[in-house]
């Protein structure tokens, strides 16, 4: 694949993840919303390898950061990135790149289980960066303790991204094997 093809599609999964973060369910305890948008990194990680998954979700940011309403709840700008959430935002990069070296390496000559065993693996290590990156921010910008961080950004949100990781591995498998990547 050639570099302006790769450069095009940095840019389409990093409107994939803008879309998918407009798709969110406000929840009452917490900032955090529920939506797609790790379906964004995870997809793009998976199959544009490290260097342009982590350029597209760089893009996204960036393009939240202007201002352009690309974040959760048709949200953007800076504000959003210093607020409670902007961790778990700054997350999807460290998330797509982590995805995408699983991308390059032997699990990609594996049979097609392994192949998405190995892509989910990838994906989940993705998310435990971005819960990390995600919780420390939002302890930092409230004030909250370990405890409290958790039971409001992390343990409610685990069963609903263990199905995206599903979801993700096998749908990167299936665009992978139709466009020949």
């Known amino acids: ?18 879309i ?15 939506n797609l948008a790790l379906i964004g990194p995870y997809m793009a990680g998976s199959l544009l390898g490290p260097r ?5 979700q760089i893009i996204y940011i960036m ?31 460290v998330c797509a790149f982590i995805c995408g070296l699983g991308a390059n390496g032997k699990v990609s000559t594996a049979r097609r289980p392994a192949k998405i065993a190995g892509s989910a693996a990838f994906m989940f290590i ?6 990390s990156f995600g919780l420390m921010w939002y302890m ?6 370990l ?19 599903a979801v993700a591995a096998v749908m990167s498998q299936q665009v992978a094997k139709a466009v020949s990547l």
Not at 140 to 145: E, F, K, P, R
């Open 1 to 18: 694949m050639t570099k302006t093809n790769l450069l095009l599609l940095s840019g389409l999964f990093s409107a994939l993840t803008g």
């Open 20 to 34: 998918c973060s407009w798709i969110n369910i406000p929840l009452f305890f917490t900032p955090v919303p529920i």
């Open 52 to 56: 342009y998954g982590l350029l597209s």
């Open 63 to 93: 393009t939240g950061a202007l201002g352009i309403p690309v974040f959760a709840g048709f949200s953007g700008g800076l504000g959003v990135l210093a607020g409670p959430t902007g961790g778990f935002i700054i997350g999807y990069a």
């Open 126 to 131: 993705g998310l435990s960066a971005c819960y």
């Open 140 to 145: 930092i910008v409230t004030g909250a303790s």
């Open 147 to 165: 405890w409290s961080g958790l039971a409001a950004c992390v343990l409610p949100f685990l069963p609903g991204d263990g199905l995206k990781i």
